[in-house]
């Protein structure tokens, strides 16, 4: 035993030694592309991650105060008739006891709170107007009254009344709000609704504030400046008056419990977001928001959760799985380019080798003596090129993030494949197996042998198969782990492997027919470059190589076209015009933008809530009105689908209107009628639509009616009439509220910037330009097309590497048959025209397979990719060919294919012809 191990590794050491530096310069080269794949391998992942932590992070900023953890109570019973001068600080106290218990994820992400305690709104008279007013505490647990959150600019911060009467509560106002209403330091007003007894309020002093950007602010935008009142109301505008600590127990005092709110604000912090917390997060509110009693204080009160945290995290976890999907998809592309590549390499390494391997075979040395000395070689240099490719990573981007598996395949193949090739090379040449003398019985041997290989190629077929059909239904983005499966993510990879069994199929048959086609013709090239493509086709791992990197190639290419068209199709789809203005809004305000220059539409819109259809129906139905024609007019000049009567919907004397199915069925089977706010009008349902547009104004405007607020738009609901504003607003005799206006026009930018809403009034405006710089240039978005285009490139170096090393080995055959043809007056022209010819179908079969599958890949998955979440709307993705990358795939290659044609020209030129005619080939 220990003899033959002894001869098995003997002088392996020295033997590897010699070897490694006859061939150093294809070493390097190996050692070179098992470096850069590994380093690709863990800085893709890393650089992913990063890019999604900021995606993260930027989504919530965005959110802004809206995503915040809100805590809505009722005021506190209180027993004692007295003022409570620790008001203030026991409101702080219990913010930050709140705070402490949230749950550990809510906890991480927020910071400390601020709160306010407010009065509901109620008509007063101020003046010669009526305006919607409340009575307003602001605080922090640090600063508690506002202190440095105002700087008061006339009179004096609000107190208790100087001469301890009851009945009055201090206040201060802001600039903006005195100079609308005219109330001045010493004015008074009173105050109605839920109060103990009658309650007045003066006004002390008028403050600015520090920072109106500030947390504090937020949902307080009465305070700071007057908001319109609803239009059905008779109010002038709604106003809001600040209380301090001081004069806070005064407002305890003087309102009843049930006329209070308290709501604790718990800020959200975008920086300490990450993409691995969102899913705790979410869980996290999702827990809290149905048992709030988790956060219940000492006093019984249970508060009402609210944030649209959860909405944007889980927009932001169907983007992480996006990406995941197409990083996955690329990892396994970039890992099994690199492992071919470097697998061709160890061929042509065994190939220069074969005299000597086929020598130390005759001479007695084993099939495992020639392993083990190959392996003595491979090991050493694989384990030193992964460590270089690991510490460049490293070097890079600190971290332990990185496709390892990947990494270790790679350097697997790398170690093995010189091993492996050396083995069979041998084993082949002198196997000591005996064909039989019969024929008969030798092609039945050789049959099976065939009927083996038939049995792997169809075995390699039906799982790539089976991989898209998986692909299709289960898709790469719906993953309980988080993680994409192995077997879908090499989709690809597997397709382009079963295209390339195809291919070496089907090509000699071609190859040889179009080399009788040229035998009859004049010519040597066609004839000699056929023949010889026709034994280099059937080498299967150079056109396996070449067709899994143009497949990716092609295929990043096209998602990257795909996602970039799909994200303009968003911001059609997502702002809906040029322009989108979502807020509290007036019919005023939407004839002002109808007036302006280069505006050609203008559509007002309002969400009215659920309305019961019909006198005595159960059913209730979401109605939506909007100046119909000219939304109609702006989303057909987007490209966006108008439905079939909404143009004509104002016209008639009835209110027609278009129901999705549910709504129109139920429609048939009863009177239909509904309330608008004061008035119940007869509507006639005239279509069907399948797809009412949202009113984003919805969820921040004012809610409609006093009679009865509107209700968020619920995507899944179906139950909706979709009415004309004007046609509408006439039934019901006087102007509806307005939540969102589209405007559309080369002015329409120009028209919503004059107008100023989103500085006088808070309301939202969104550009559609605007919209889609911000979501291709954000972090998480431009990271994923950046790393579309360099795994792209980099697969691309992979195919010139892989044409490189196929042309090299293939070059001894080739050179014995042009060496021959020189002695007969072969020209130097006419032998590139020979190489270029015998390489060439190997080449074009490659770019055609790789370009299939790189188009199809995107055409047959785009759902399954999740490139929705990555465009940014539902359905806004649809696959987009591009000529470009299939002629860049092509141009890399016949650019390479030349190059290599070239450059073995300029070695062979070297060659002495009368060596040649003395030793007879080379």
């Not at 006859?22 to 890393?46: E, F």
Request: aromatic content about 2%; glycine content about 8%; proline content about 5%.
């Amino acid at each position: 035993m220990g003899w033959s191990v002894r001869a098995t590794g003997a002088a392996a050491f020295l033997v590897a030694r010699r070897r490694a530096r006859q061939d150093a310069g294809l070493l390097a080269l190996a050692a070179a592309l098992l470096a850069v794949t590994v380093l690709l391998s863990l800085v893709v992942p890393r650089l992913t991650s990063d890019a999604a932590d900021d995606g993260v992070r930027d989504a919530v900023s965005h959110a802004g105060p809206d995503a915040d953890l809100s805590a809505e109570l009722g005021a506190a019973p209180r027993s004692a008739d007295g003022r409570d001068e620790d008001a203030a600080q026991l409101e702080a106290n219990a913010a930050a006891d709140m705070w402490h218990a949230l749950p550990a994820p809510l906890h991480a992400v927020t910071t400390e709170p601020v709160t306010a305690t407010a009065t509901r709104t109620t008509p007063t008279a101020i003046g010669a107007a009526d305006y919607g007013t409340r009575l307003v505490h602001v605080g922090t647990t640090r600063t508690g009254d506002g202190a440095g959150l105002v700087t008061w600019v006339a009179g004096t911060a609000p107190g208790a009344p100087a001469d301890g009467t009851t009945g009055v509560v201090e206040v201060g106002v802001s600039q903006a709000v005195a100079a609308r209403t005219g109330l001045a330091v010493g004015d008074r007003f009173h105050v109605a609704g839920t109060t103990k007894g009658t309650l007045a309020a003066e006004v002390t002093g008028v403050f600015a504030p520090t920072d109106a950007a500030a947390r504090v602010w937020a949902d307080q935008g009465d305070l700071l400046a007057p908001l319109p009142a609803v239009p059905s109301s008779a109010l002038d505008a709604r106003v809001a008056f600040l209380v301090t600590d001081d004069s806070l127990p005064d407002l305890l005092l003087g309102v009843q419990a049930r006329g209070l709110v308290t709501t604790y604000r718990f800020p959200v912090v975008a920086d300490r977001f990450d993409a691995p917390s969102t899913a705790a997060v979410e869980a996290a509110l999702a827990r809290l928001s149905a048992t709030p009693s988790a956060l219940a204080g000492n006093d019984g009160r249970t508060p009402t959760i609210r944030s649209t945290l959860e909405p944007v995290l889980h927009a932001v976890d169907g983007r992480l799985a996006a990406s995941r999907a197409q990083v996955s998809l690329l990892l396994v592309g970039l890992a099994a380019a690199g492992a071919l590549a470097l697998v061709l390499a160890a061929r042509l390494l065994v190939l220069r080798r074969e005299p000597l391997l086929l020598a130390e075979r005759a001479r007695g040395a084993s099939v495992a003596s020639v392993a083990v000395r190959a392996l003595v070689e491979s090991v050493p240099l694989a384990v030193l090129a992964a460590a270089v490719g690991a510490a460049g990573a490293q070097a890079l981007l600190p971290g332990a993030d990185g496709s390892w598996t990947g990494a270790a395949l790679v350097v697997l193949a790398a170690a093995l494949a010189p091993a492996v090739w050396s083995a069979l090379l041998v084993r082949r040449a002198w196997s000591g197996q005996r064909l039989p003398a019969n024929r008969a019985d030798r092609e039945r041997l050789l049959g099976r042998r065939r009927s083996r290989r038939v049995v792997v190629e169809l075995a390699l077929v039906a799982v790539a198969a089976a991989a898209l059909v998986s692909v299709r239904s289960r898709g790469l983005t719906q993953t309980r782990t988080g993680a994409v499966d192995p077997l879908l993510a090499a989709t690809p990879v597997l397709l382009a492997a079963a295209a390339t069994v195809v291919a070496v199929r089907l090509l000699p048959p071609v190859l040889r027919g179009m080399s009788r086609t040229a035998a009859r013709r004049r010519g040597l090239v066609p004839v000699v470059a056929t023949a010889r493509a026709a034994r280099t086709a059937g080498t299967a791992v150079p056109l396996l190589t070449l067709t899994v990197s143009l497949a990716l190639v092609v295929f990043c290419a096209t998602t990257a076209v795909t996602v970039r068209g799909g994200q303009a199709r968003a911001a059609d789809l997502t702002v809906g015009a040029q322009v989108r203005l979502d807020g509290d809004l007036t019919p005023a305000d939407v004839a002002a933008l109808r007036a302006a220059p280069g505006v050609t539409a203008v559509a007002g819109a309002v969400e009215l809530g659920k309305r019961t259809l019909g006198q005595d129906a159960a059913l209730a139905v979401r109605l939506v009105a909007v100046d119909a024609a000219d939304l109609a007019r702006a989303r057909a000049a987007h490209g966006l689908p108008v439905p079939d009567g909404l143009a004509t919907l104002g016209e008639g004397d009835t209110v027609r209107v278009l129901a999705t199915p549910r709504a129109a069925a139920a429609a048939a089977l009863v009177e239909p009628q509904v309330r608008v706010t004061e008035k119940v009008v007869q509507v006639d349902v005239v279509g069907t639509v399948a797809d009412v547009p949202l009113v984003p104004g919805a969820a921040t405007a004012s809610r409609g009616a006093p009679t009865e607020p509107t209700t968020p738009v619920d995507p899944d609901d179906d139950l909706t009439l979709l009415a004309d504003w004007g046609r509408l607003a006439a039934a019901e005799g006087e102007p509806l509220a307005i939540q969102t206006i589209w405007v559309d026009g080369p002015g329409a930018a120009a028209a919503a910037e004059a107008a100023g809403l989103d500085r006088s009034r808070g309301v939202t405006v969104t550009e559609r330009d605007s919209w889609l710089t911000e979501w291709r240039t954000s972090s998480f978005n431009a990271g994923l097309l950046a790393l579309l285009v360099a795994t792209g490139l980099a697969l691309a170096g992979y195919a010139v590497v892989a044409l490189a090393l196929t042309v090299v080995g293939t070059a001894r055959e080739r050179a014995r048959t042009v060496s021959a043809l020189r002695t007969q007056g072969l020209d130097a022209r006419t032998a590139r025209a020979l190489t270029f010819g015998e390489l060439a179908p190997l080449a074009v079969t490659a770019v055609l397979a790789g370009c299939v599958i790189g188009v199809g890949m995107p055409w047959v998955l785009t759902g399954a990719l999740g490139l929705d979440a990555l465009a940014g709307a539902p359905g806004a993705a649809r696959l987009r060919v591009d000529w470009l990358p299939v002629a860049g795939a092509a141009l890399v290659v016949l650019v390479a294919l030349v190059v290599a044609v070239l450059v073995e020209s300029a070695v062979r030129r070297r060659d002495r012809l009368g060596e040649v005619l003395r030793v007879g080939e080379r």
